[in-house]
Each structure stands twice: as C-alpha cells, then as structure tokens.
C-alpha cells in the first residue's frame, strides 16, 4: 500500500543546514503533486512547501521563502527538502504529503503520511 517515510532531521545549530528525504512507494510517484508540512510543538499543522508533477514549478510559505528548496527524483521515488538558515522557529516534525497543500490546508491524495522526522534548531 501506499507508504511515505521521512527521513535526515537531527539537531542542527541556527543557521545550519539539513537536508529531508521522504521516500515513497505504493503509487505512481510521478504523477502526484508532493508537499511538506510541519508541526511545532504546542502549534497547529503548517504548510511549508509544494511541488508540481508536471513542471516540477514550486511553492513555498512566507517563513520559508528563500531558505528552503523543494526537489524530487522520480526516478528514486523520493521528495527533497533543503533547508538552509535555519531559524529556532523551524524546529518541528515534518511530514510529506502526497497532494497539493497550502496555507489553507491539503487536498491530500492518500490520508496516508508517514511517521515524520524530527527537526530541531537550537544552539
């Protein structure tokens, strides 16, 4: 069935650098659209970003904007989130979506996320 696993969070100092991976398998990864949220501790769920399945065009939110790029290999199955910059406020879980997410929420295409992986910056 259709499965997503985050992966490549840790502790990184501000300003630090990580890089996420969501593996997918279970359906046609190139055919979705794919987006990334978060959840900070003691806040709601938050879009950070999404990217097309055609023309791989991107989209980021505000707090992100500049700092953070979206990619995926559709040939490995797999969405990227880099991450540079990094702020305090980034610390959260992140979570792959297969679907279109935005500031007003997700069409998500499966209900399926992963278990997420844990982001923490702090010096």
């Known amino acids: 069935e259709v499965q997503l696993v985050e992966s490549g969070g840790g502790l990184v100092q501000p300003g630090g650098s990580l890089r996420l991976s969501c593996a997918a398998s279970?359906?046609?990864?190139?055919?979705?659209?794919m987006s990334w949220v978060r959840q900070a501790p003691g806040k709601g769920l938050d879009w950070v970003s999404r990217i097309w399945n055609g023309r791989s065009s991107t989209a980021y939110a505000d707090s992100v904007k500049g700092r953070f790029t979206v990619s995926r290999d559709n040939g490995k199955n797999t969405l990227y989130l880099e991450m540079k910059s990094l702020k305090p406020e980034d610390t959260a879980v992140y979570y792959c979506?297969?679907?279109?997410?935005?500031?007003?929420?997700?069409?998500?295409?499966?209900?399926?996320w992963g278990q997420g992986t844990q982001v923490t910056v702090s010096s």
């Open positions: 279970g359906f046609t990864f190139s055919q979705h659209a």
């Open positions: 979506v297969a679907g279109h997410c935005s500031g007003y929420g997700c069409y998500d295409d499966f209900g399926s």
